[in-house]
């Protein structure tokens, strides 16, 4: 028996096999979780399709997040194959990349701002109010992904930062509505990965060495390990944690300054 055995979950955000949501995806298809997928066009269908296919899934269903039109139309399909949820996995970020290149005030437009946090953000919220009936009663977890650029400034991350802010402001908010029903919502904050949306981060590989120099495990956590904290948060053994923002991050977050960096 799996620690999510018996347990139903939709994850959105699967991009490629580089994503943290395939990890885990990957990590909870192995602790026995029934699991369903979103795909962003018709681009990624396929991919995402036969990604399911090899955890036993044949729910893949189209959802622009932006779209309350198609985030209510997966609910509705999702209603017909399954009698609840019990996991929803939110692990979507965008913002314009002309916005993610240079100095704040200079890059950051109206309608990025908008784009980042409509996605990056309101789009938790919008798949949490239609997640929510399917979920009552069952001792369901929400649970998005976020970064430490919400709390602290890193060049190029701008909007982003902002945008991170919001979400893990709205994982505290949908805790207190959705709490009184025993769901929980959590996020986790991982270091920098190699995925398909930090590539989109100027001088990113330079993060990741300095990430590295100054965590406090002197190394860059895996997509597995987030994988492997999204079990236990989403399992009955976190059924008293809620509203919280886990670091996954190998002590960055935590580190002020590496002893290295105090060398001549």
Known sequence: MGLLSGKKALIVGVASKHSIAWAIADAFHKEGAELAFTYQGDKLKDRVTDMAAQWGSDICLPCDVASDEDIAAVF??????WDGLDILIHSVGFAPAEELDGDYLSVTSREGFRIAHDISAYS????????RPMMQ???GSMLTLTYHGSQQTLPNYNVMGLAKASLEASVRYISGSVGPEGIRANAISAGPIRTLAASGIKSFRKMLKKNADRAALKRNITAAEVGQTAVFLCSDMASGITAQTI???GG???CAMSAEEMVD
């Open 124 to 131: 938790f919220v919008a798949l949490a109010k239609e997640a």
């Open 76 to 81: 509705s399909t999702l209603k017909e194959r």
């Open 137 to 139: 009663g069952r001792n």
């Open 252 to 254: 960055f977050n935590t």
């Open 247 to 249: 670091y996954v991050d």
